[in-house]
């Protein structure tokens, strides 16, 4: 990669490429609205961008997908699309994502350029960094908020991990639906 996308990217730089992993964890709301661990595989592609422009901000960014499958299933249980963005001046990480099942969310956090780790959080009804659903998971599955930490692992692997806390009529405590797993670079 160019020594200045590297330097545009920021913290985002080491994820440009594609990935995979086959070490996922995941623990869902269950059909009858318990709990269901999964262990799943995923790829995800991170596609440099170059600038987004906006009036005097300047955004970098990487276009991404994930496709995630249970173990030993071929066809998804979870798929996403959208942009992780770097924010220089405000030395802000972004993720902009929508699921096909009707949410969509913008995380943020502060970093440094050099980090090799941070955090992006979202919560419902937050003017910034927030999360919108469809109805039906508005009122059975609501995120009311979304918590993801990035740790770069060298150049060839990375970790994450998210908790997305639900509040659903049938419990009184918030439901954290958490998945992570640990990525190797596939190629550049």
């Known amino acids: ?17 594609v990935w995979e992993g086959d070490t996922g964890a995941d623990e869902a709301p269950s059909d009858d609205r318990g709990a269901e661990q999964n262990r799943f595989r995923e790829r995800i592609t991170f596609e440099p961008i170059g600038a987004v422009r906006n009036h005097e901000q300047v955004l970098y960014g990487l276009r991404y997908a994930t496709v995630a499958r249970r173990i030993g299933e071929t066809d998804p249980f979870h798929e996403e699309v959208g942009y992780w963005l770097w924010d220089p001046a405000e030395r802000q990480v972004l993720r902009c994502f929508i699921v096909p099942r009707g949410v969509a969310l913008i995380a943020g956090g502060t970093a440094e350029p050099t980090a090799t780790s941070f955090t992006l959080l979202a919560e419902a009804g937050s003017d910034t960094y927030g999360i919108c659903s469809n109805r039906f998971l508005n009122s059975e599955f609501k995120t009311v908020r979304y ?3 990035v740790t770069i692992l060298g150049s060839t692997r990375f970790h994450y991990k998210e908790d997305t806390q639900l509040r659903m009529p049938s419990r009184s405590d918030l439901f954290h639906h958490t998945d992570e797993n640990t990525l190797t670079r596939v190629s550049a």
Do not use: D, I, R, S
Not at 1 to 17: F, I, Q, S, T
């Open 1 to 17: 990669m160019e020594a200045n996308v590297v330097k545009e990217l920021g913290p985002l730089a080491a994820l440009a490429g």
């Open 147 to 149: 918590e993801l930490t």
